[in-house]
Every structure is written in C-alpha cells, then in structure tokens.
C-alpha cells in the first residue's frame, strides 16, 4: 500500500479582466469593399478564443459562428453559450450562420449572446413555408438577418424574404463540415442573386474559400467570404490573408 501524500494547498486563483480585442470590424455594412470572414468551426476548440483573437490579428475583418444541431445538417457544433462567452473578450461583428431547424426559436438566444446578424436556411422546417415571416420575426430582435440555402435547393426559394434580409448567404459545399471542396456551380446562384440586391444589401458565400476559389467568386458579384481551414490551418496566418487581399484588389 503506498503512502498517502499531502497535498499543497490550492493556490487562489485571480481572475482576469475582461479585454475586448479590438481587432476586427465593429460594423461591415458601412463599408464597400470586400470582407474576410474566418469561420471558427475550424479554429482549434481547446483555445477557441486564442485562436480566434490569432486571426483577426492576422487580417480577418470578423468572426462567422456556424451553428449546427445534427438535424437540420450531419453534425453538431455549438450553441448561444460558447460564443457569449467569445462575446466577453471581442467587440467585432459576430456573423452567426444558423443551421438548425427552429432559427426563429433560438434566434433570441442567439442575439443574447451576442450575434450582430442571424442567417437562417431556407430549408428549416420552422421557416419553410413562410420565409418572409422568418426574416420579419428575427429582424425585431434588433440584428441583421441574412438568408441561406443547400447547394441543392433552387435560388428562387429565397425570393419572396429579399427586402426583408440584410444579406444573402450561398453555401458553395454542403453545409455541416469544414474542410470541403468548392462547388463552382454554385457561382450561377452568386450571379442570379447579385442582380436583385439591393446596394444597402451584402452577397456571402461560404464553403471551400482560399487563395484559388476567391478571385472567381468575387469576379461573380461576392462581397463577404467566409474562409475556415484555409485560414486557421494554414501556417503564415498573415501571409494568406494578405495574398486573398492582394488578389481580392486585382
């Protein structure tokens, strides 16, 4: 039998002040030009806010938050609770991509916790058969709200919520896991959509963005990109964000 050991006392532990990173855009829809989304669904999770603060020092202009309830897409990410607790330590704009079945449900939350805009899919079965009525209801929680839809759904499912939507969101991957591989086709629905916007209104694409793929879309009408593995992954941070820069100006 070994010999039981005393323990040190426990050291207290003091907390920290509350720092808002100031890196980052505070308000993107009073700006023109082109704008860098880091997507933290590829950040590393055991240092969410480290990493997310490393990429907007790197050139992000603000976060994009992707959240997936395993119905609605194949996977499971996280909800209103994780990224409040971002909100503590960033002031930027939070971009939060809403795929789940109930958007108008948990928007609220969303909002508490400190989402700047709300985007909900045209496909959720709360909001399916009335999308207008979702974008009027999630726009009175005082936010933006943007709108989205599957690389298999057809473009014209999001007609009749435009002028109730601050921007629209086009998936170029099958939306639910990072990492895929874009979809070229998707550059019609770009083109189709940039054409009924509104100038007060913002074009988002996200799915397979990197130094490659953002000249085509951005030559097809798109003003936000969300960039997550070719971003957090790639090791000069800065390097890539200044090369999607140097090439979104070209």
């Not at 963005?209 to 800065?238: K, M, Q």
């Amino acid at each position: 039998m070994c010999e039981s050991q005393s323990l040190p006392p426990r050291r207290a532990i003091a907390k920290s002040p509350v720092i808002l990173q100031t890196a980052g855009m505070t308000d993107p829809f009073s700006q023109a030009q082109a704008q860098i989304l880091p997507s933290i669904l590829s950040a590393d999770f055991a240092r969410l806010k480290d990493d997310c603060a490393d990429v907007l020092r790197a050139g992000g202009d603000f976060l994009h938050i992707d959240v997936m309830d395993g119905h609605l897409v194949p996977n499971i990410s996280f909800g209103a609770p994780v990224f409040a607790k971002l909100r503590k330590h960033f002031d930027c704009f939070f971009d939060a991509h809403l795929m789940i079945d109930e958007p108008v449900r948990y928007a609220p939350d969303m909002v508490k916790a400190g989402a700047n805009n709300v985007t909900f899919h045209v496909e959720a079965p709360e909001v399916k058969s009335d999308v207008a009525g979702a974008a009027k209801a999630i726009a009175k929680l005082g936010c933006k709200v943007g709108i989205t839809l599957k690389p298999g759904t057809p473009i014209e499912s999001v007609f009749p919520a435009l002028e109730f939507v601050d921007l629209v969101l086009i998936m170029s991957v099958e939306p639910g896991f990072g990492g895929q591989k874009f979809m070229p086709a998707m550059l019609d629905k770009v083109r189709t959509i940039k054409a009924r916007l509104k100038p007060h209104q913002r074009l988002e694409i996200d799915g397979g963005i990197n130094a490659e793929t953002i000249a085509p879309a951005r030559e097809a009408g798109v003003d936000w990109f969300v960039v997550g593995s070719a971003l957090f992954e790639h090791p000069d941070r800065v390097g890539i964000v200044a090369e999607m820069r140097r090439i979104l100006r070209t």
